[in-house]
């Protein structure tokens, strides 16, 4: 297995893993996959702030983690919030902990502290579309339920709510927070 920096021509194995989540969970509230244009366009806008990872196992694409802007004030720019999808036939094997774990290396070079997840969740007990993976996972990695909305989100006909998990991790650097592109190279080097 690798970790490695995502590139713009990932978008089409990204997407495929993504498109299945978007259409046959509520684990992204997105309705319609992203073209390959629109999604190889958010790779790079990311790239430009923030790590996007990607995981490979002989060869092949098996995920994908980044981080995007948390709430878009100067004050609170010590914060992202953290995105992770895994090809569906990949869950439980290491690749979730491997991915997560490199990306926050790289926050707290740039300077990061404050990592969130914004996670789909049931509002009823049984439910086909989503399950507790994620929000199992991120407390696995360290993560603390920090507030939940209530059927704040529709999709196949039913409401389900979002619970934001929050990680505070050390930084090397609190006096500012330097964009991706420059602790790219050094970065690298843990890899």
Partial sequence: MIIRIARVQDAPVLLEIYRYYVENTAISFEITSPTEEEFAGRIERILKKYPYLVCEDEGKIVGYAYSSVFRDREAY????????????????????????????????????????ACIGYPAEDNDDFINLNSPD???????????????????FGRFYDIVWMEKIIETENVEGIKPFPEIKNEFEKTL
Avoid at 78 to 84: A, D, G, L
Avoid at 137 to 155: E, I, P
């Fill in 77 to 116: 720019t010590h914060c992202v919030e953290n995105t992770i999808y895994l090809n569906k036939d990949c869950l439980h094997r290491g690749y979730g902990r491997a991915l997560y774990s490199a990306h926050e290396r790289a926050l707290s070079m740039q300077g990061i502290s404050n990592l969130y």
């Fill in 137 to 155: 996972f991120h407390a696995h990695m360290g993560y603390s339920l920090v507030g939940r909305h209530n059927k704040c989100g529709r999709k």
